[in-house]
């Protein structure tokens, strides 16, 4: 019990920091949205940025945090700190080489990149060469954003959660300070400006994340030597830990690079319909870094310590008192999203040059992409069980597969449905739905770890709770607020849910509620 009390405090650091990136995030999405709106300087910008910002999923959040982290728990257990830290430093020089590299390639071949992931954009030659300059301004960034995601995984492996997390809050403030610098300078600079600035940014992020590893005792340095990796025994197992979750998170980032492709087609999927999926995306990404992320995060190296002591009992333990989490927060997040959807969209981002196409767009999208709330961070948690059991071939298996109803869904929607934005959303929805039900079969299988008394028990109840604390919401915001929506009539609809809701899991008989109350009160 201790420590999942431990994977919950560590959660909550990292919830602590996450929010304040978060926030200024969305005030960094604020501002590009007031200047930008959903028009073709966006669109070019985000297509530009999705290219290189993909790395920050495979070599953090994604195939190297899953990778990395247990192998060097596994060090720090089983081996010297010197061990530890040859390890740290032949990846470093690893992960440094091949992203320069990368990046290198993505600026001479920017122009067939763009013409491959927006095809859309070749109506628009002004577009298209806007889009083909933001890339090769970017391309640096791919090198900034997986040194930056490497730290965060040597952080994590020693327990370290709040620093690496607030390092996306740097990168956030230092955007917003050089948005308000040139906010005023009106013309066509404007977004190549941006583009700079996400550079500048870069470099904070991973400059603050040095001072808390030198204190933690680790030292980074180019180790050419790396080069022969085959020698390191840590560097060869992370390798074959990380090739099949790196096929498994380019397939993500294919189900990311198909909704780019359908959407970049203005006739099928309607004008402004990639920028709108990406300030859709930002709010549903608020409450899956905060508690998704944040809880995955904090699990995996306790799962990692029990795979490594085969424990099985002890893992589906953990993933149990995961998955409850999960519903009990996740649900009504999801149904106070769908029920909220166009007062969130108006209050977050109406403004400037996002006016009411934009979001009506936006609001459309992020609906459909709500559906899908529950099964992206069930996804994670499922995924993170077999990163701790050094198997990161099964999750490729289940990616495979959702990617494929992925694009089967799509073409539906687009192309016979008619849905066009509604579409994408949606079928991004389904398929991490199909992609969780494949990985708990996979889990089942493996551990013998049912989730049905689960959902006998506590979903049930909680859907409830959660029906009735979105409608006491929308009471309280359509006749005491007259429905403005404003960010301050909208935080105080949800003070009032928060209430309502934890009062009906307790009338409801939740019990839940009651033991992790009690546990998180414990001393020990």
């Not at 402004?272 to 904090?298: E, H, L, T």
């Not at 992609?435 to 959902?455: K, S």
């Amino acid at each position: 019990m201790s420590e999942h009390k431990t994977i919950f405090k560590s959660a909550a650091a990292i919830s602590t920091m996450t929010v304040i990136s978060r926030v200024t995030g969305f005030v960094r999405d604020v501002l590009i949205a007031g200047v930008f709106g959903t028009g073709p300087a966006a669109q070019a910008f985000f297509v530009a940025f999705r290219i290189p910002n993909m790395f920050r999923d495979i070599l953090g959040e994604g195939a190297g945090n899953a990778a990395f982290v247990p192998v060097f728990c596994e060090y720090l257990v089983a081996r010297t700190r010197q061990q530890f830290q040859r390890l740290v430093n032949s990846l470093f020089t690893l992960v440094f080489s091949i992203s320069l590299v990368i990046a290198v390639l993505g600026i001479v071949l920017a122009s067939p990149l763009i013409r491959l992931v927006a095809p859309g954009f070749a109506a628009d030659p002004a577009k298209l060469h806007l889009a083909i300059r933001l890339t090769q301004i970017l391309f640096p960034y791919l090198v900034l954003v997986a040194v930056s995601a490497y730290l965060m995984s040597v952080a994590n492996a020693l327990k370290s959660f709040a620093v690496p997390a607030a390092s996306s809050a740097v990168f956030n403030c230092v955007m917003i300070g050089c948005l308000a610098l040139f906010i005023r300078h009106d013309g066509p600079s404007q977004i190549y400006l941006l583009a700079v600035a996400t550079l500048f940014a870069g470099v904070a992020q991973v400059a603050m994340q040095m001072p808390s590893l030198v204190r933690h005792g680790v030292s980074l340095c180019w180790q050419p030597e790396a080069a022969r990796f085959w020698k390191e025994e840590g560097v060869v197992k992370v390798g074959r830990l990380i090739v099949p979750r790196l096929v498994g998170t380019s397939i993500y980032q294919m189900n990311i690079f198909v909704d780019t492709i359908f959407a970049s087609l203005s006739v099928y999927a309607g004008e402004g319909a990639i920028a709108a999926i990406y300030y859709a995306n930002r709010i549903i990404q608020f409450p899956f870094a905060i508690f998704g992320v944040a809880v995955s995060n904090a699990a995996l190296p306790q799962m990692s310590s029990h795979a490594a002591r085969k424990d099985v009992a002890a893992m589906n333990q953990t993933l149990d008192v995961c998955l409850k989490s999960l519903i009990l927060a996740m649900l009504p997040v999801a149904i106070g999203v769908l029920v909220f959807a166009g007062p969130l969209v108006t209050a977050v981002f109406e403004r400037g040059s996002f006016g009411a196409y934009s979001v009506s767009i936006t609001t459309t999208a992020l609906f459909f992409y709500s559906l899908g709330l529950v099964s992206y961070v069930g996804v994670r948690f499922l995924s993170h069980f077999f990163y701790a059991l050094q198997d990161t071939l099964t999750p490729v298996k289940t990616s495979g597969a959702a990617l494929v109803s992925n694009v089967v869904l799509n073409a539906l929607f687009i192309f016979v449905f008619g849905m066009k934005i509604a579409g994408l959303a949606l079928a991004s929805s389904l398929s991490a739905s199909l992609n969780f039900y494949l990985l708990y079969r996979h889990v089942r299988r493996r551990t013998g770890y049912r989730i049905r008394p689960l959902l006998e028990g506590l979903f049930v109840r909680v859907l409830a709770a959660s029906a009735g604390c979105a409608g006491a919401a929308f009471f309280i915001w359509q006749n005491v607020f007259a429905s403005r929506a404003t960010l301050l009539s909208l935080c105080a609809a949800v003070l009032v849910a928060c209430v309502v809701y934890a009062g009906l899991l307790w009338v409801l008989g939740v019990g839940e509620l009651k033991r992790l109350a009690a546990w998180l009160i414990r001393k020990k």
